[in-house]
C-alpha cells in the first residue's frame, strides 16, 4: 500500500480519526442504529465510529471479523482497524504472572509463554498486545508489581526482550503479534506505592535503573510504546515532551505509535497539568503521543487548534504515517482479518501442548524459601490435607485474557490427579479475604483435618485479584485470620508446607519461624495445581529465584538489594548513628536472588583472566559451582559487580549476568562471563553510559548478598 499517497487522500477529520481508539464495544451493536451505551457516554457520532482508526477489547475472533467488517462497509477509505488487547499473561491458556517469570531467571521460557500467548491471540484476531509491561518496581505495596519482571533493571531488562521476542518473532507468521510496551516510563515508582501516583525521580536515576528495561523491549523491536498514567518530575508521561520526544523518539531513535493509557490524555486536567481537553490535545501532540485511548481530546480539539494555527496538520500527518505504517507492515490493507480464525483459536485454546508450556512455566516459577527436610512429600502418602482458603481456586493471576479460574487446576486439584489412591480431605480456615479476622470455629475445624493428615498443603497468600491494577496495600501481612490459620495449623502437623499465593512480596515474618517449609507459587495459571504437586512430590526441582526481594516489614519498602552504601553504612550490629531503623533490622527476611532447591550448591570465590584491564578488553570471570547435595538440580550463578568510586555514588551491587546450571549429585562445573567495558558503565556525570577507571568488585553468587569477590581494575 503506498501510505503517502493515502494519507494525501484523507480529509483532516479523517487523519484526526486514525489517532482515536475505542472499547469494542462502542464500535458494534449501533453502528448502523442509535448511539448508546460506551458510545454515548463518549459523545461518538456515527462519523467518528465510522473513521476511527483502532480498537481494544473485543470479545473473540468472531467478534473481531464482524467489527472489522462493518467497519470496512463505513470507512470511507476503507482503512482497516488495527486490534488490540491485554494479552499479558496467556490469552486463554495461562501462564504465570510477570512477576513469577521474573523468578524463572529463564529467558527460554518467558519467550516460550508469550510465543503460546501470540499464537492462540493472533487467532483470536489480536494485532497488537499491551504488552510485556516492563516497569522496574521496588515497593511491594504497589499492586502492578504482579505485572513486572521485579525489581532489577538487567533482570527486567533480559525479560522485556524474551518477552517482545517472544509475542512479534518476525511479525510475518500466524503465530505473531505486535508489542506494545508499557507504562513509559517509571510508572513503577509511584509514590508510597500507591497506584498512579505521582513519580519524582532524578534523571540519573530514571536513566540508569527506570528507563533500561523500555529501552531492552525498544532494541528489540516493540512495535509500540504506552506511555503511563503518572507524572514524572511534574509532567505526565502522555504530555512528556522531553520524555516521548527527546529521550524516546530522539536520542532512541523509536519512530513507532506511541499510545495512551485508558483515558490518560482526559486526565492531564486532573492532574492539574491542562484547564481542559482542547489544550491536552495539544500538549500530547506536542509531546509525540499518537493515539488516544478511551478519551476524546484529539477527535474534538484538533480541528479547532489546526484551524487556530496551535498545532500544524504535519503534527497529525506524521502521527498518522506512524499508524498506517503499522497496518501496512502487518498487512491488514491486503487481509484486514490477518490471522482471526475462529475454528483455530478453538482448537488451540486449552491445548495439551499450550498446557504443557503454562504448567513447566509454573514449575520453573515457584521459589522455594525454606524447607526443614520435610520437602519432598512421599507420594505414598495415605492421608493428605490440602487447607486454606485458596485450596480450590484457580490461581489465575489479575489480567487473565480471555480464560476462567474455573479452567484452572486448583490445588486440591493437582494433588488427585498426582495421587489417585490416597485419601484427600480438605477445610479452608478462613475467607481468605483483605484483613480478615480469625473465625475459632473454621480455625478449629483446619486444626482438626490437619491433625488427622499424614501432611498438610497449606495455601495462603493473596488471591489473584487482590493484586494488579488499582490494587495497592497498605499492609502486605498475611491477614490475621491467615496468619492464625498457618500457626495452629503447623503446630497441628509438622508435615506442613505452606504455598504462598501472591502478586507482590508479603511479609512473612509472622509465620516463617513456625513453618516447616514454605515455597511461593505467585499466581501460576491455568497449570498452577499439576505444577505445584509436581514439586511438592519432587517430579521436578524447584529453580526459581527472588526477582524481588522479600522485606522483613513493610516499613522498609522501598527495599532492593542494589542500594546506595551512603556515608554511613551500618557495619556493626550496634551501631548507632548510621543508616538504619532503631526497632528493626536493615536487612531483609529473603533478598534478590535467593532461593533453594531439593540440593545444595557452593560456588568457589571468583578468579578473573587478568586483574587490570583497558576500555577495549574484555575480561572473563569464573568459578566452580558444584552440586553438593543428593539430587540433580540447577544453581542459578548471578554476576554481580560494585563499582567502587566514581563521579556519581554506585549501588553496592548491580546484576550484570546470570546463567542456570544444571548439575547432577556430586557433579562440578566451570560458570564463566565476559565483562566488557558496558558492564562497568553508568549513566555519569557527564550525561553519558561511560565506565569510570578505578576498582571494581566482581562477584559470582548464589545470590545477592555473596561477600565473595574479586577486584577488577579499569585503566
Ligand atoms: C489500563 C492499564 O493501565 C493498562 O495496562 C492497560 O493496557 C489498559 N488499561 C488497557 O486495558
Not at 349 to 357: F, K, T, V
Not at 593 to 613: C, D, K, N, R
Amino acid at each position: 500500500m503506498d501510505i503517502k499517497k493515502l494519507l494525501k487522500k484523507m480529509t483532516l477529520d479523517q487523519k484526526i480519526a486514525q489517532l482515536c481508539q475505542f472499547n469494542a464495544r462502542c464500535l458494534l451493536p449501533d453502528v448502523t442504529g442509535e448511539i448508546t451505551g460506551p458510545a454515548k457516554a463518549l459523545d461518538l457520532t456515527k462519523e467518528d465510529i465510522a473513521y476511527c482508526g483502532s480498537t481494544l477489547t473485543f470479545a473473540d475472533a468472531n467478534s473481531m471479523i464482524e467489527v472489522q467488517k462493518k467497519h470496512l462497509e463505513l470507512d470511507p477509505n476503507k482503512i482497516p482497524l488495527l486490534f488490540m488487547h491485554d494479552v499479558i499473561h496467556g490469552y486463554r491458556t495461562l501462564y504465570p504472572i510477570q512477576l513469577a517469570l521474573g523468578a524463572s531467571w529463564d529467558a527460554d521460557i518467558v519467550k516460550e509463554c508469550s510465543r503460546m500467548s501470540a499464537r492462540e491471540s493472533a487467532a483470536g484476531g489480536v494485532h497488537v498486545t499491551f504488552s510485556p509491561m516492563v516497569d522496574l518496581v521496588r515497593d511491594a505495596r504497589w499492586g502492578r508489581c504482579m505485572e513486572s519482571c521485579g525489581e532489577d533493571p538487567y533482570l527486567n531488562s533480559v525479560m522485556a526482550r524474551a518477552q517482545v521476542e517472544g509475542f512479534q518473532g518476525n511479525l510475518d507468521s500466524d503465530e505473531d503479534i505486535c508489542a506494545c510496551v508499557k507504562h513509559f516510563a517509571a510508572y513503577g515508582a509511584a509514590e508510597g506505592g500507591r497506584d498512579y501516583n505521582t513519580v519524582d525521580m532524578s534523571e540519573y536515576n530514571l536513566r540508569e535503573n527506570y528507563l533500561a528495561a523500555y529501552k531492552s523491549a525498544v532494541e528489540a523491536g516493540a512495535q509500540m510504546i504506552m506511555a503511563s498514567f503518572n507524572t514524572i518530575n511534574g509532567v505526565p508521561a502522555i504530555a512528556n515532551k522531553w520524555l516521548l520526544k527527546d529521550v524516546l523518539r530522539d536520542e532512541w531513535g523509536f519512530d513507532k505509535p506511541v499510545i495512551s493509557d485508558y483515558a490518560a490524555f482526559a486526565e492531564l486536567t486532573a492532574h492539574g497539568y491542562s484547564p481542559d481537553d482542547k489544550e491536552s490535545a495539544r500538549l500530547a501532540l506536542n509531546a509525540t503521543a499518537d493515539i488516544e485511548m478511551m478519551s476524546t481530546c484529539y477527535l474534538k480539539n484538533l480541528r479547532a487548534l489546526v484551524e487556530e494555527g496551535k498545532v500544524s496538520e504535519e503534527q497529525i500527518d506524521e502521527s498518522v504515517l506512524r499508524i498506517l505504517e503499522l497496518k501496512d507492515k502487518l498487512g491488514l490493507f491486503e487481509n484486514p482479518y490477518r490471522y482471526a480464525n475462529p475454528e483455530k483459536e478453538k482448537a488451540l485454546a486449552l491445548c495439551p501442548e499450550h498446557r504443557a508450556i503454562a504448567r513447566k512455566a509454573a514449575q520453573k516459577c515457584a521459589v522455594l524459601l525454606k524447607n526443614d527436610d520435610i520437602l519432598p512429600f512421599d507420594k505414598n502418602i495415605k492421608n493428605i490435607a490440602v487447607i486454606g482458603p485458596w485450596s480450590d481456586v484457580g490461581m489465575i493471576g489479575e489480567w487473565p485474557g480471555h480464560g476462567e479460574p474455573e479452567e484452572a487446576v486448583t490445588v486440591i486439584e493437582g494433588i488427585k490427579n498426582a495421587l489417585a489412591s490416597s485419601n484427600v480431605t480438605m477445610a479452608k480456615g478462613c475467607e481468605g479475604v483483605l484483613n480478615e479476622l480469625p473465625d475459632d470455629k473454621r480455625i478449629n475445624e483446619a486444626v482438626k483435618t490437619a491433625k488427622e493428615a499424614d501432611a498438610v498443603i497449606l495455601c495462603v497468600g493473596e488471591h489473584s485479584k487482590q493484586s494488579g491494577e488499582a490494587h495497592s496495600r497498605a499492609d502486605i501481612n498475611l491477614s490475621p485470620a491467615q496468619a492464625r490459620l498457618v500457626k495452629e495449623v503447623c503446630s497441628a502437623n509438622k508435615n506442613t508446607v505452606c504455598v504462598l499465593f501472591c502478586g507482590r512480596p508479603i511479609v512473612l515474618t509472622d509465620i516463617i519461624d513456625t513453618v516447616p517449609a514454605i515455597f511461593v507459587a505467585w499466581q501460576p495459571g491455568t497449570e498452577g495445581g499439576n505444577a505445584i504437586a509436581d514439586l511438592i512430590f519432587g517430579n521436578v526441582n524447584f529453580e526459581g529465584r527472588l526477582p524481588m526481594t522479600f522485606p522483613l516489614c513493610v516499613g522498609q519498602v522501598p527495599i532492593y538489594y542494589s542500594q546506595m552504601s551512603t556515608g554511613r553504612p551500618q557495619l556493626q550490629p550496634d551501631q548507632i548513628y548510621c543508616s538504619r531503623y532503631i526497632d528493626c533490622p536493615n536487612e531483609p527476611l529473603f533478598p534478590f536472588g535467593y532461593g533453594l532447591s531439593y540440593t545444595s550448591f557452593e560456588i568457589s570465590s571468583p578468579v578473573l583472566s587478568q586483574a587490570q584491564m583497558d576500555k577495549n578488553d574484555t575480561v572473563v570471570v569464573s568459578a566452580k559451582v558444584k552440586n553438593t547435595g543428593g539430587v540433580s538440580g540447577k544453581a542459578v550463578v548471578q554476576l554481580y559487580i560494585r563499582d567502587l568510586f566514581a563521579s556519581r555514588t554506585r549501588p553496592v551491587k548491580e546484576l550484570k549476568g546470570f546463567t542456570k546450571v544444571a548439575l547432577e549429585a556430586g557433579e562440578e562445573k566451570e560458570v564463566s562471563f565476559e565483562i566488557t567495558e558496558k558492564d562497568l558503565a553508568f549513566y555519569g556525570a557527564s550525561g553519558n553510559f561511560e565506565a569510570e577507571a578505578g576498582d571494581f568488585h566482581i562477584f559470582l553468587a548464589l545470590d545477592s548478598t555473596s561477600k565473595d569477590f574479586v577486584t577488577l581494575n579499569l585503566k
